[in-house]
């Protein structure tokens, strides 16, 4: 089993100016605990689930760079960008550029995005559902052209590239892996089939009815549901969770069928430790890769 941790909260104490050291030794912490991912949210605004929009927040993709100069082996990647918040080209170009700065250990995570107060608030974009997923589907298109080294103009409804060129390629080959989040089952999961090699999907009730229908859409597109990695986004609630807790959360979310848990960090909360001993004791009773 893989073990991932989320950190949607930059919330510590001392302000801003204890943002960099405090995050900054969670990403080394995780590295050195042998955790497999290492994730923040794309928003430019704090979403109401973690707290009020004027929490601090940072931009991902500086975050995950940050993150990555402070590391070795742990992946690292975005829970997830909404498709309207860049160009899929100028996105390709970051993630690769994370991916050759890293060693090869960027994803692509990437959805349709949801978030209209913070695209309001910025003055950014954000179309009708409808469009969205017609954007998604293209800018995964793109992602995979450009990864492939294939320069041949892009023309689709929504996005136009002269010369999608991507140089330097990235390290990890044939691409980053692109993980799709969302859970929606007529399309969602859909582009998880054709294009994805990862979804997300948060642990709850439906979890098991959402894998079925990802395999489903996997045998209409030919594609190998093993191939695909289910990932899901777990919480631990208690203000002082335990090494059993997540142990417990690993091994129900295995039977499940996922292959790996990312657990996200509530504010105030510090999982680094926890999910290193979690991790030695999942390996135990659950296969490694499962």
Known sequence: MRIGLQVPSFTFPGGPEQIAPTYGRMARDADQAGLHSFWVMDHFFQISMVGPAEEPMLEG???LAYAAALTERITLGTMVTGVTYRHPGILVKTVTTLDVLSGGRAWLGIGAAWNDEESRGLGTP?????ERFERLEEALQIAHQMWKGDEKPFQGEHFQLERPLNSPQSIRRPHPPILIGG???KKT????????DACNIFDGEELPRKLQVLREHCEREGRDYAD???????FLQTPEP???QAVDTVGRLAEAGVDHVI?????GQDLVGLLGETLAQTEKIVPAGR
């Open 61 to 63: 993709y500086t975050a």
């Open 126 to 130: 954000f179309p009708p559902t409808a």
């Open 183 to 185: 859970t929606g089952e």
């Open 189 to 196: 999961l859909r582009f998880v089939a054709k294009y994805a």
């Open 228 to 234: 695909i990695e289910k990932t899901s986004l777990t």
């Open 242 to 244: 335990s090494v059993d």
């Open 263 to 267: 657990f996200s960090q509530g504010t």
